[in-house]
């Protein structure tokens, strides 16, 4: 059965199509997990295999959207998965921070410093930053960074041609680039 069935119907409560759907996107999700749990660097304490169920519980249950087709699934799913693992670093941060968080251990979790979780926020508000600039441009870093998405894939997904893609890549790079060195010399 087509993924895009199966997400319309999975979202409206069918378990049935949600039981059809899990062994269709499963191993993508993990593969976008994996790479985006590397993105985030040394020090990140989360599992993959807990990124992609609380990824996919947040994709399953939204009720306001309408998925287009399987890629426009897992570009939202890049997009879950970075909010994700921020606020599973700001948290963390704050806790370093005398925040009241819960701690809870994780199995063969790797150990977190305070430089890897400034890391990922001060990447998460160069990306909010770029996305007012250029929001075309933030959303190919997205697909790309935390997607694992193609060129070809990102602009069937945006309706524009690859070699755009490649162009706003190269730009939100340098821009980032250049965002970064400015906060981090500020």
């Known amino acids: 059965m087509d993924v895009t069935i199966l997400l319309e119907e999975?979202?409206?409560?069918?378990?049935?199509?949600l039981h059809q759907l899990v062994p269709l996107v499963y191993d993508e999700l993990r593969?976008?997990?994996?790479?985006?749990?590397?993105?985030a660097g040394p020090g990140q304490t989360?599992?993959?295999?807990?990124?992609?169920h609380e990824s996919f519980l947040k994709l399953i249950g939204s009720r306001n959207v309408s998925w287009q087709n399987r890629l426009h699934?897992?570009?939202?799913?890049?997009?879950?998965m970075r909010q994700i693992i921020v606020d599973h670093a700001r948290a963390r941060h704050a806790g370093k921070r005398g925040g009241n968080s819960v701690r809870i251990p994780l199995q063969n979790g790797l150990p977190v410093d305070d430089q890897s979780l400034d890391d990922i926020a001060e990447l998460?508000?160069?990306l909010c930053a770029l996305e007012k600039t250029d929001a075309r441009s933030a959303r190919i870093v997205e697909f790309r960074f935390f997607g694992g998405l193609t060129n070809e894939e990102i602009a069937e997904l945006l309706n524009i041609s690859a070699r755009t893609?490649?162009?706003?890549?190269?730009?939100?790079?340098?821009?980032?680039?250049r965002f970064l060195n400015n906060t981090r010399t500020a």
């Open 73 to 80: 699934f897992f570009s939202i799913a890049a997009t879950v």
């Open 124 to 126: 998460d508000e160069a």
């Open 165 to 177: 893609v490649i162009r706003d890549w190269e730009f939100a790079r340098a821009w980032l680039y």
């Open 31 to 39: 593969r976008i997990a994996s790479q985006n749990l590397r993105s």
């Open 10 to 17: 999975a979202r409206s409560g069918n378990e049935e199509s």
């Open 46 to 52: 989360m599992f993959t295999t807990d990124l992609v």
